[in-house]
């Protein structure tokens, strides 16, 4: 079962890494990397490189897909090699997936038309200039389409993916095998649960981080 995760230059990490641990551990998965151009892929903040071993058209027709975001990710939306891998994949795919503003990725090619789709909290609306239905909720499902919200929930959205492809039993014993437990020392992992002054601060400030 081919597993492909694109990479691209100001990806957030832990967008791709996340559901990797996850999926990697699936009997019979085959996690490729992949991107427009092989090689060492930067990350947000430079100082962390992810290296894709394939060209996008090395990986044509993955059984599922990962799509992660990123401030790179508006450049990877207006990339046509991209557009197009990810329109191919998908006809083809079992599951077609994306975390954060990965999902806009997937609106940009067209995947998301009439669906409910989720994002990151402070691009959530932006889902809507592709048709899609925007959903505040952690995972969300629509088909054989699964969009996770901001950064973290990539582990919750694979561990559901991981349940589905091989059964509950398997997903569970990953999720014990990486011991994810949390427990957040603060209750501000969402807007419905942090402070209106912190909501606001993040948001004015995710005009940078989108830059």
């Known amino acids: 079962m081919e597993i ?26 085959d ?4 991107a427009a151009e092989p090689g060492p892929q930067r990350t947000d903040h430079g100082a962390l490189a992810l290296v894709a071993d394939f060209a996008l058209e090395a990986v044509p027709a993955p059984a599922v897909m990962v799509v992660p975001g990123g401030p790179g990710e508006a ?11 990810v329109r191919r994949a998908h006809e083809t795919s079992t599951w077609t997936t994306s975390v954060c503003t990965g999902s806009l990725i997937l609106g940009a090619a067209g995947v998301l038309e009439g669906r409910r789709a989720t994002s990151h909290w402070t691009a959530l609306e932006d889902l809507r200039q592709f048709g899609a239905e925007p959903a505040g909720e952690r995972v969300v499902v629509d088909g054989k389409v699964v969009t ?16 589905e492809l091989a059964g509950e039993d398997v997903a569970r014993g990953i999720q014990l095998a990486i011991e994810y437990d949390p427990q957040p020392p603060f209750d501000s992992g969402s807007t419905a649960t ?15 981080w989108r830059d």
């Open 75 to 85: 450049d990877a939306r207006e990339d046509p090699r991209v557009l197009e891998w």
């Open 194 to 208: 942090a402070s209106p002054q912190l909501v606001d601060r993040l948001r004015r400030a995710s005009r940078f």
């Open 4 to 29: 492909a995760i694109l990479l691209f230059p100001r990806l957030t990490a832990l967008d791709a890494v996340g559901p990797y641990e996850v999926l990697r551990s699936l009997p019979g998965g």
């Open 148 to 163: 996770a919200a901001g950064v973290s929930s990539g582990i919750d959205m694979a561990l559901a993916l991981a349940a």
């Open 31 to 34: 996690v490729k990397f992949v």
